[in-house]
Every structure is written in C-alpha cells, then in structure tokens.
C-alpha cells in the first residue's frame, strides 16, 4: 500500500469547488445516490416545490410528463417563481433558485408557512445534474423562459409571450454521465405521487407517459384526502366498519390530521408524514397515536366493563391488529432527526397529537358504540392469541433447554461460525434437499429441506405460527425468533437463500416463505439478507460440449453462437430441482462463483403491503385482477 508518504499538504491542495461544481463532484450526498432512486428523486424535488405551492394555497394541479427521451415535464399552476432582479445578488431571482445553492424561499415563514424542503437546493441540484432544464414562468401578464445545460445558463431570463396564466413549467433531461442509467419507472412515480395526492386533499396530480405506443394517462385526484388514503389501502380487505375515522386538530400552525380504519386482518399498518414527507422511522407523532388509542381503548373497556377488573389491559399490539392508519402532521419548523428525514423529532407535537386522539376518540366510541364493540372484540381476541403466543413461546424455549439441541433435526449445519460468511438454502423437498446436501459446500453452507403444505401467514395469528411445524424449524434454523422477540443481531447467516422449483408449486413456495419472513421477520428484507435462487431451466449438450440456460432466450442464444441446429442437441428440461445431480446443483445454483441469485429489496412499503394482502389474502377478486393486470409479464411459466 503507498500512503504517498512524499506528498506535500500546503495551501496549493485546498480545493474550492466554484457553483453547482460540488453537486457533480459528489451527486450523492444531495440526491442519495445516483441510481434509480436518485434518478427519481430529482423529480420528485421539482415536484415537491410545486406541492410547497399548494400547501400555501398557490396551486391546484400538477402535470408531470414523461418524454420518449425520458426527460421530464413537471407544469404547475402556482404563483410562479419570481423573475426580477435578486436585491442581493442583482441577477434575475429565476436564475439565484436555479443556479445557487441554498437559496429558496422557505427559509422564512413569510411566502411558504410550511413545507416538505426547508433546505433550498432542489432546483439548482436538478440543474446540476441535467444535460439540460428549460424553465418557463407565467407571471405577471407575460411568459418568461430561460435555459441552462449541465448545470450554467446558457440564455438569460427571455420573454416568449403574454398569458393570463400563472405557473412554472419545468423541463430537464438527467446527465447520462451522472446515473447509471436514465429510465424512469412509470409504476413507481404512480405510486409516490398517488401518495402525494392523498396527503393534499383537492390537489390534482396528473401523470403522463408518452414512452409506450398508446400514450398512458394517469389522473390522482382524491377530495377526500386521507380518508381516502385509508379506503384505498383497506381496499382488499374486509373493514370492521364502512367509513374511516377522521379526526382534525389545530395548535400554534401545527396541523393534524388522522385517519383510521379497522379491517378482519392480523396486521397493522400505520403509515406517518410530516409536512408531506414519510417518516418511514416514525417519531414524536407517531408515539403520540400509539400511546393515546393505547390509553382510550382500555379507558372504555373499563368504564363498560368490558375489561373486568381481574383482567389486565391491552396491550398496544392487541389495539392495533388490523389497523389501517394515516398520521398527517404540517408544522413550520419541522426537527428531523437525521439528514433522511426518517423521523420526526419536535417534542410538542407528541403531546398535541395525544390530546387530539383522546379527546376525538373517546367521543367517536361514547356516539358509536356498535363499532366500539366490534373494536374491542377484536382487540381482545388478538390479546387472547397473543397470550396463546406467548405459552408457545415459553413451551418452545423449555423444550429447548432439555433437548440435546436446539437445532431442527433436518437441519446440515456448516462448519463456519461466522454469519456474515454463512449461508443457509431453504430447500423445497426432501429429494432436492438431498442433493443439495451432498453438492454443497459444507464450510459454508447450510441446508435446510421443507417438505409439505406450509402456513399462509396471511391468514393466521402469531398463535397458529408458533405452533407450525413447517415453519418453526426455519425460526430455530435461523435463530433470531420472530415478532416482539425477534433479534437481528442472532442471526446465524448473513445470506438466506430460497431454492425452489421453477413451476407454479416453485412460485407458491417462494411466495409463501416471503409472506412470512415480511410479516414475522421484516428486518432480514430491510437489511437484504433474502435471496431467491435461480436455478436453470435447460441443459443443452452436443458431443462433448454442455451448457445450462435460465430462461428459453438464452438456449436460443447458446444454440446460436456454437452454430448448432436445436433439433440436433440433447436439450433437457428441468421440471424441478430433483431432476439435477448434486454435482449438476452445486455447478448451476450453489457454487457462489458460477450461480445467480436474486436479492429480494423493498423498495416501496405500501406497495408491498398491497401486493401481499392481494396475492395471500381472503378476498378472491382482488386477486384475480392483479393476475390478469400483470399476465402478460409472466416469463418461464411451466404449465
């Protein structure tokens, strides 16, 4: 290693970087990253400046459009962003939001009483990335225009016309040689800005792609805000009582809002913001709703003795099985608790939140009691399942201490004590199990065979998982228990690899497994510790020459590049991992050289909490639309 010991470190090594040179230098600490995420926050910064717009009461509708070069059009109908001479910088103001960091109009509490950047760097950081941005103004009787490429004006502040209109309309081609590449996800921005639509009652957000054939046009539009917010996301499942509960409150500017809907499931689903942004890591809003529904519920059990006095309280997990919720607060002086902005950190706001819900909670339940009843029916039986649970639990760690090991007996454990080298496959059948065993690298890699119909967690309480016999040896395996006792820090492999078959019991498997490491163990997805293996699909020889492709694409390629007639090989379909010699599975999905495997992300929360609750839940229609959606999609089905 040279340390370049010879070096001189003197006044001539201080660089500094003049404009928006630093954003190019070092995209990421602005944009997070210069990925796909990254690609997608530039919009979603443009966007957020016309949301800051109708919050203030500036603005009620926002077109965003994607172009066949996947550059992006964001038009709103605001009050426009001030062209005159900056009273400072003496250059027209269009040019200072665009050009210069730090610099916006929500430093003050003047123009914008609240808003999701606080920050001033979205315009000019979006300017800094593009090929180029093309900015029009409607303001003042006339259209102004100016452009800029890579990041420098390139035109000054020019009037194209007249106009009754006000707005601003921004048009920007992301520089190819910042991200990795240049393709926007239409789904994704459909999700992200359905969101931002809910969160602002009345504002219309219009999305368009103009990419496919038939120009696709999606408009987000909901009067009822947040209530509809939790219709939509209760839509598939069945609610305890038809309209959400709403409640509305008001403190020194700080705004709450909340919305709450109970449905038959065994999951919570509690999802908060602050000023539009998500708190994905919650905060004193958050703890606030918990720790008041907590205390209103119990308070009414007891006051109708519905608790008996011998009895003891919920707890705050029986109060929020199968709760829907939105947690909205809008504040002027938002304290974020790191520079994400994951989670809320103004101390008042817990307090006011907790008041809100107390007082309008125990209202709504005093003029409701019917869907009071039905509430807390369901809250004690969670209590009763929970406490089920609980005995399992205990029963299960008893037996633990007095057989010889804890480890299921199917169980070929590696050598290797260190996790973060580790790695266990899950296998579908004894028979692939087998295999697996025997291919394998025993240093390494653990494996774990399933046989059997296996749970739908979906379906079922913490009680009934406990007591199941599939999946209790994949906790024990794995060793971090599960629910409030799970603990990422036992976890005996850093890589847990599903291997199923590549049929549609391969794909029911797989999906099972993932429902319930979501539901039960959701820090491995976080943390990225799932994988999917990839096993082939054909294996193509000819005299003495053989290889393996994964999809019917990549035999049609093999055949090609060797020169050879399909008809004239020996062209073998596995129906399933059976079918494959040890040596055959170790060189295809297990030697970590050779294989390919498929991490499993979560990018999108509510997105997948919507796809788990329609793909394994009760109700039949939902699920059968999501299939016919996405059926054409489907590669390598084996039917």
């Not at 817990?350 to 509430?375: D, M, Y």
């Not at 690899?497 to 999906?511: F, L, N, Q, W």
């Amino acid at each position: 290693m040279n340390l370049n010991h010879n070096e001189v470190y003197d006044e001539n090594q201080i660089q500094v970087l003049e404009g928006l040179e630093a954003v190019r230098k070092r995209p990421g600490m602005y944009i997070g990253s210069t990925s796909a995420r990254g690609l997608h926050h530039l919009v979603y910064e443009i966007v957020a400046n016309s949301v800051d717009e109708a919050l203030a009461g500036r603005c009620s509708s926002i077109t965003i459009t994607i172009r066949k070069d996947n550059s992006i059009i964001v038009e709103d109908n605001g009050s426009g962003i001030p062209v005159g001479p900056h009273p400072t910088l003496g250059i027209p103001t269009l040019e200072v939001v665009h050009t210069v960091l730090h610099a916006g109009g929500k430093f003050g509490t003047g123009a914008y009483t609240v808003s999701g950047g606080l920050h001033g760097v979205g315009a000019s950081v979006v300017n800094a990335l593009s090929e180029y941005l093309e900015v029009e103004v409607c303001r003042n009787g006339k259209v102004y225009r100016q452009r800029y490429e890579y990041g420098k004006p390139v035109t000054g502040v020019e009037i194209i016309g007249e106009t009754d209109r006000t707005g601003t309309k921004t048009t920007f081609l992301p520089d190819k040689t910042i991200f990795d590449e240049v393709v926007f996800d239409f789904d994704m921005m459909l999700r992200r800005y359905r969101e931002m639509a809910f969160l602002n009652a009345g504002l219309k957000i219009t999305l368009i792609d103009e990419r496919p054939q038939e120009r696709v046009e999606k408009v987000l539009h909901y009067e009822g805000g947040i209530v509809s917010f939790v219709k939509y996301l209760n839509k598939n499942l069945e609610t305890l009582h038809e309209e959400p509960i709403y409640f509305f409150g008001e403190k020194d500017r700080t705004q709450v809002e909340i919305a709450m809907q109970y449905n038959d499931g065994y999951n919570e689903n509690i999802y908060s913001y602050a000023n539009n942004i998500a708190t994905t890591e919650g905060g004193t809003h958050l703890t606030g709703f918990k720790s008041a529904i907590t205390k209103v519920f119990n308070d009414y059990a007891r006051k109708y003795n519905i608790i008996k006095d011998s009895e003891k309280n919920l707890s705050g997990e029986d109060v929020r099985e199968g709760l829907t919720a939105i947690i909205s607060v809008k504040l002027t002086e938002p304290q974020f608790e790191g520079q994400t902005k994951t989670k809320l950190g103004n101390s008042d706001v817990r307090g006011l939140v907790e008041s809100i819900v107390t007082e309008k909670l125990s209202a709504f339940l005093e003029e409701n009691p019917q869907v009071a009843r039905l509430i807390l029916d369901k809250c004690l039986t969670a209590a009763r399942a929970r406490e089920a649970a609980r005995k399992a639990r205990e029963l299960t760690r008893r037996k633990s201490v007095l057989e010889s090991t804890t480890l299921p007996g199917k169980l070929a454990d590696c050598t290797s004590t260190d996790p973060s080298e580790c790695e266990i496959y899950i296998v579908e059948g004894d028979s692939a199990g087998g295999s697996a065993k025997q291919g394998r690298d025993r240093r390494f890699q653990a494996i774990l065979p399933l046989w059997g119909k296996m749970l739908n967690v979906e379906k079922a309480r913490i009680d009934k998982v406990y007591n199941n016999e599939k999946l209790m040896p994949v906790v024990t395996a794995l060793g971090t228990s599960i629910g409030e006792d799970f603990d990422i820090t036992k976890l005996r492999y850093h890589k847990v690899i599903i291997m199923a078959d590549a049929d549609v019991d391969g794909s029911h498997i797989r999906t099972l497994l993932l429902t319930f490491f979501y539901r039960y163990m959701r820090p491995l997805v976080e943390n990225g510790h799932i994988y999917i293996a990839q096993p082939p699909l054909y294996r193509i020889t000819k005299g003495k020459k053989e290889f393996y492709a994964y999809t019917e694409e990549e035999l049609d390629r093999i055949a090609a590049e060797n020169g050879w007639d399909k008809k004239e090989c020996t062209i073998q379909r596995f129906k399933g991992l059976g079918e494959m010699s040890s040596e055959q599975l170790w060189e295809t999905t297990m030697n970590p050289e050779t294989r390919s495997i498929l991490k499993v992300d979560l990018e999108d929360v509510i997105s997948a909490e919507e796809v788990f609750t329609t793909l394994m839940g009760e109700k039949v229609e939902p699920r059968k639309e999501f299939i016919q959606a996405y059926a054409r999609n489907v590669t390598n089905l084996d039917i």
